[in-house]
């Protein structure tokens, strides 16, 4: 199957910094990317869709100023948690999606967020 | 709107099959998968279904019944590794461009000894 990245895996920020994680896929065009949360031993909760070279489209109760998404080609997506706070830390997943009839998403390994 | 409903937890013991079962009520219908997740990890792909029937893939396998919106994960000689939570999802007809698909809450299966 086709591979998304993900990084940094890990990070630690103090409250009230902005963190950037990174989306990329490796191997394929990655023509819309999904960002989610996930708390632990919770469902995954879809943030928002992005498509390549316009605005994302966020779920209901997201905030768009707070978690900035930017698709600027066609194999990376990046999210930016800005003014994090300790209710952000959280497990956060990116998955690529091409554009086979399939429609299956690819998911990257996840970024761990803890805000101090 | 979107629905789709699995069991929460489920054990079983090692060397057994275990069926997780699914059902989804959505706008529309372009096929459904099934994920794996360790804790701490993401989803991996493990199946996909989009016309009625079985799929088979060595350990796994996977059903569809469209007409009833109802889908089964079939997991044989059950290993300690399979314990994991297994994800539902559903991929809506796409009104216009890609949409995400409709994941459901997954169902935590601890394989014991």
């Known amino acids: 199957g086709a591979v998304v990245s993900q990084h940094p895996s890990r990070v630690i920020c103090k409250s009230g910094t902005s963190v950037k994680i990174e989306c990329r896929s490796l191997d394929f065009q990655a023509t819309t990317m999904f960002w989610y949360r996930q708390f632990p031993k919770q469902s995954l909760m879809l943030m928002a869709t992005?498509?390549?070279?316009?605005?994302?489209?966020?779920e209901q109760g997201v905030e768009k100023d707070k978690f900035l998404i930017n698709h600027a080609s066609l194999t990376l997506s990046t999210l930016t948690v800005t003014s994090a706070h300790p209710e952000d830390s959280s497990f956060y997943i990116c998955?690529?999606?091409?554009?086979?009839?399939?429609?299956?998403?690819?998911f990257g390994p996840g970024t761990r967020l803890t805000v101090t | 709107g979107q629905n789709i409903d699995q069991p929460t937890e489920m054990t079983a013991t090692e060397g057994a099959i275990v069926q997780i079962n699914c059902t989804y009520q959505t706008s529309g219908f372009n096929g459904l998968f099934w994920y794996q997740q360790h804790a701490g990890e993401a989803p991996t792909f493990l199946s996909y279904?989009?016309?009625?029937g079985l799929e088979e893939k060595g350990r796994f396998s996977s059903f569809l019944s469209r007409s009833k919106g109802y889908s089964y994960l079939l997991l044989k000689e059950l290993q300690m590794k399979d314990s994991a939570s297994y994800l539902c999802a559903v991929s809506p007809t796409p009104e216009s461009g890609n949409t995400p698909l409709v994941f459901g809450k997954g169902t935590r299966l601890s394989v014991i000894a």
């Open positions: 992005s498509n390549e070279g316009s605005k994302a489209t966020y």
């Open positions: 279904n989009v016309l009625d």
């Open positions: 998955s690529g999606q091409g554009t086979g009839l399939m429609h299956e998403q690819y």
